[in-house]
């Protein structure tokens, strides 16, 4: 298995940006599908992307198409998730996770998943 490891969140106004990254220990990184997943308080734990292991590929939840991109350097073992006009719906704590299922939206297809971090958006 890979270990993971996100960081980049913060507190940021709505309408900003953050740029999260995960970055992966081991030598497989390039073998795995990643996702991005968020957990609000008191909510279920939620999809927010997936990207492929050469990322030709991605997928998005529909509540953040068009303003998330997700990306990957294979080279550097590090998925990132660039987040563009935040919104006070999208706090939460993200979690990168590393599967083998290209854009599922079920947490138990991923084997692997980082400590999280926190991404608050004020209005």
């Known amino acids: 298995q890979v270990q993971l490891s996100e960081s980049g969140g913060g507190l940021v106004q709505a309408g900003g940006s953050l740029r999260l990254s995960c970055a992966a220990s081991g030598r497989t990184f390039s073998s795995y599908a990643m996702g991005w997943f968020r957990q609000a308080p008191g909510k279920e734990r939620e999809f927010v992307g997936g990207i492929s292991w050469s990322g030709q590929s991605t997928s998005y939840a529909d509540s953040v198409k068009g303003r998330f991109t997700m990306s990957r350097d294979n080279a550097k073992n590090t998925a990132y998730l660039q987040m563009n006009s935040l919104k006070v719906d999208d706090t939460a704590v993200y979690y990168c996770?590393?599967?083998?299922?290209?854009?599922?939206?079920?947490?138990?297809?991923?084997?692997?998943w980082g400590q999280g971090t926190q991404v608050t958006v004020s209005s």
């Open positions: 996770a590393a599967g083998f299922v290209l854009g599922s939206m079920r947490p138990t297809d991923y084997t692997s």
